[in-house]
């Protein structure tokens, strides 16, 4: 296995790459937005609904268990995507992309069906706080994973056209830390939001 | 300005542009000097118009019961007052200086990422003019720079929805800006130069950066749920559903406290900077400085909550958030020592930029103390919305950080232009910018304990306000005549013949002034390399036998010099200008107006903001030799 070397824009005062340390520090400021977000569901948990459907009545655990772990499976397709990458195998590391991709693709489309039936059920932005905070929450994680999807898409696209750097296996774990990380707040979403049980009836 | 190289073809967006000087040069410009004299000046001209703001509230309130401007008005006009003023002036002003000076100070090329960097300042002046169309499309916010709810979920006028989306966008600006100069300081310092040796204005600058990566994701949050309520009625904000209000208040102080020493510590490190170098000694205990620089940043995460008191929030809460509020005066106690050790003893010069900060750091403390004033929670009980407040918060905002703002602009003024402002003018505005400072806002500690309640439009007769309201209206033209000298000063300078008689002016003692003034493109002829804090005094001065500091003959040092303006510089491969941060900067106001009026223009705005990533990716950011 022939080790590549990690190319570095340019030499830097701590030697990891400004891109790399952006990244991070974009992923902390996201722990912040999640974490608001979360907060904001946590805190309207089990309030009352004056109207409208509650968890207990719209949920169906083992399909998004399901789409969980299809998203969780694609982290794996991720790090051989990158592994690939780094062994310069070009060929390898495209299919690892584009089945991370798709695997994002049939998460993204499980929750887009999960909020059609939820709204068919009666469960919308405004009809109470369960709705509200929902929709925005795991509205916000699907924009997340789309983005990354279009990301995963591009790496594919420009690999192709042989539009990437030398070094392709810097672009790709970069669009792999942001992929991993939308991944890991899913876990905290899917726990806090479906796992633990209200408390409310039913 | 003379000439204008506008590509000659349509297609031309598709050309990479080569122009660096002219008009369209500052569009596609990525050298953070030019991003940051744009922002300076951007920020200036919103500095003008919150201005503007601010005298039309001063005129309606000169007496009792005048009818300059009706309720409806007034609430728009201190809303846009207070929202201009922190958001479109004193944070960009702050990116001005820290844009501008960071690379110089420590001894960098560029900042990290030049094409993010143009990005964010379209971002930000976009934004900001995102928000002033409101004006002309139905109403301008009116709900006060805090927005709370109920009140800014309710209201029908379209006014908060452009609060909630401008400051969405500015806030992109911010955070691309953040991440973009954290990297910057962490990453690309000057050989030599360990974190101890980074000047403090740039170290302020790192624990602002810092500051805006951990608490703008927050109010992103809440700004998105304010808009939520407010264009699809959901139900975060609204007791009758459930919701609480009280939630808006804690997100937004959670990001709104950091935000108050985002807004203050550049100007701690702007005085920080200037005060050693006229006082001929360096700063006094550096280290103390940076850590409690730091400490602000962490405990400004915990004190949140006295803007709260009055909410009902309960004893033990009230208790708790007083304690944290005192514990954060030590730390900028610490730095008020600080300065006050490093003048004692001192050689002082009072030129025009040591005059600035004197007058902020005499201005920050008075503010200071009413600020541990409403630490306790029974005393503020009798403070909070009144005008003490508005007294209290403005004497630091305005007392510490204009001050500061303007001590940065003549200390530095010859290093971005080449040219000394006036020292004449410069102190004929510090004094009546001093006078009118404190006759406008002095006289409303009184107003406030007399009872004088904050953002009401008017006041009766008989409640014996109308004397002090009157000297603050005297003392607020004050300030506008000095901002007049100093835009005459402006002009005046500009008109003058570029040139330094001496290229370092202030005998001063960073990183940046060993380099050219106004800098070659490219900076540094020779990345320097660093062996002290205050390099720059080293190589200008040692000690001799006796310990007596001299200065070393000119010529004698062999890197005192660095070949002022004579190397071309033509090896140094700089970040080609782009279009692209432009393009997909004009996206996002797009998308603002998109989600009040039409799927079909938030569509427009996304796919303009995406063509504009794409292009941005796609192309080197390096163009080839042609």
Avoid at chain 2, 162 to 177: C, E, K, P, V, W
Avoid at chain 2, 305 to 321: E, I, K, R, S
Wanted: proline share 6%.
């Amino acid at each position: 296995m022939a080790a590549v070397e990690h190319a570095v824009e340019h030499e830097t005062t701590t030697g990891l790459p400004n891109t790399k340390l952006a990244m991070w520090l974009f992923l902390a400021s996201e722990c912040l937005l999640f974490g608001a977000l979360i907060s904001a569901y946590v805190l309207y948990r089990g309030a009352d609904p004056l109207d409208g459907p509650t968890p207990a009545d719209v949920f169906d655990i083992p399909y998004t268990s399901v789409s969980a772990f299809v998203l969780l499976a694609s982290s794996l397709t991720m790090v051989l995507a990158l592994s690939a990458a780094q062994r310069d195998d070009a060929v390898r590391m495209r299919l690892w992309l584009l089945t991370t991709a798709m695997l994002g693709m049939i998460f993204v489309g499980g929750q887009v069906y999960e909020f059609t039936t939820f709204y068919n059920e009666g469960l919308t932005v405004d009809v109470n706080l369960f709705g509200t905070t929902f929709y925005v929450l795991t509205g916000f994680h699907g924009v997340h994973v789309t983005v990354g999807i279009l990301m995963l898409l591009s790496l594919v696209g420009m690999s192709l056209a042989g539009r990437l750097p030398a070094d392709a296996a810097f672009p790709v774990e970069m669009v792999g830390l942001y992929w991993h990380f939308v991944d890991i707040v899913w876990i905290v979403i899917f726990t806090v939001v479906y796992l633990i049980p209200t408390g409310t009836a039913g | 300005m003379a000439s204008v190289s506008v590509p000659r073809t349509a297609a031309g967006i598709l050309r990479r542009p080569t122009a660096t000087t002219g008009v369209w040069s500052w569009f596609t410009t990525v050298d953070h000097k030019k991003i940051g004299i744009m922002y300076g000046v951007a920020a200036f001209a919103f500095f003008l118009i919150g201005g503007l703001e601010a005298l039309l509230i001063r005129a309606q309130l000169a007496g009792p019961e005048l009818s300059v401007v009706n309720a409806d008005q007034y609430n728009q006009l201190f809303t846009m007052h207070g929202v201009t003023m922190i958001f479109l002036f004193v944070m960009p002003m702050a990116a001005a200086f820290f844009n501008y000076l960071i690379p110089l100070q420590i001894g960098a090329r560029d900042v990290a990422f030049p094409r993010l960097n143009a990005f964010s300042f379209w971002v930000f002046l976009l934004g900001g003019l995102f928000l002033y169309s409101s004006w002309f499309l139905g109403g301008a916010p009116n709900g006060g720079w805090f927005g709370y709810a109920p009140n800014s979920t309710t209201d029908p006028s379209v006014g908060m929805s452009f609060y909630a989306l401008g400051l969405l966008i500015t806030g992109i600006a911010s955070a691309a800006s953040a991440v973009n100069l954290a990297v910057t300081v962490i990453n690309m310092r000057a050989p030599g130069m360990s974190l101890f040796r980074v000047p403090i204005f740039t170290w302020m600058g790192l624990v602002v950066q810092f500051l805006l990566v951990f608490s703008l994701p927050i109010i992103t949050v809440a700004l998105f749920q304010l808009l939520f309520d407010r264009r699809w009625d959901t139900a975060f904000f609204d007791p009758t559903r459930g919701g609480d209000p009280i939630l808006w208040q804690h997100m937004f102080w959670l990001f709104g406290h950091p935000e108050v020493y985002i807004l203050i510590l550049p100007a701690f490190g702007i005085i920080s900077e200037i005060l050693p170098v006229f006082s001929r000694k360096p700063l006094f205990g550096y280290q103390f400085v940076v850590f409690s620089g730091i400490a602000i940043g962490f405990i400004g995460f915990g004190v949140w909550a006295h803007h709260m008191y009055a909410a009902g929030l309960g004893p033990v809460a009230n208790t708790a958030f007083g304690i944290s509020t005192a514990i954060i005066a030590v730390p900028t106690g610490v730095k008020i020592f600080n300065w006050m050790a490093t003048m004692y003893g001192g050689d002082l010069r009072f030129r025009s930029p040591m005059l600035y900060v004197v007058g902020a750091i005499m201005m920050f403390v008075i503010g200071g103390l009413s600020g541990v004033m409403h630490s306790v929670v029974p005393s503020d009980y009798q403070q909070t919305d009144t005008y003490f407040i508005v007294a209290h918060f403005h004497y630091v905002i305005f007392g510490g950080g204009v001050f500061a703002f303007f001590a940065g602009l003549v200390f530095w003024w010859p290093k971005v232009f080449g040219r000394m402002l006036s020292e004449r003018l410069a102190k004929i505005q510090f004094w009546i910018m001093l006078v009118g400072f404190n006759l406008t806002f002095g006289p409303m500690h009184v107003l406030g304990m007399q009872g004088m309640i904050r953002r009401s439009f008017t006041y009766p007769e008989a409640l014996g306000l109308t004397f002090w309201n009157q000297m603050a209206t005297v003392g607020s033209y004050l300030i506008a005549v000095a901002v007049l000298v100093f835009i005459a000063n402006v002009v005046i300078t500009q008109r003058k013949p570029k040139g330094l008689d001496d290229e370092d002016p202030w005998d001063a003692r960073s990183l940046e002034w060993t380099t050219s003034s106004p800098p070659p493109e490219h900076n540094f002829d020779e990345i320097p390399t660093v062996h002290a804090l205050d390099e720059f005094w080293h190589r200008k001065y040692v000690e001799d036998e006796r310990g007596r500091v001299v200065r070393v003959p000119a010529g004698a040092a062999p890197d005192h010099d660095p070949a002022r303006g004579g190397g071309s510089g033509h090896a140094i491969h700089l970040p080609s200008p782009s279009f692209w941060p432009l393009v997909a900067a004009i996206g996002l106001p797009v998308m603002g107006y998109g989600v009040l009026y039409s799927w079909w223009v938030l569509a427009l705005g996304a796919l303009v903001t995406v063509v504009g990533l794409y292009g941005w990716a796609l192309e080197p950011s390096v163009a080839e030799e042609a």
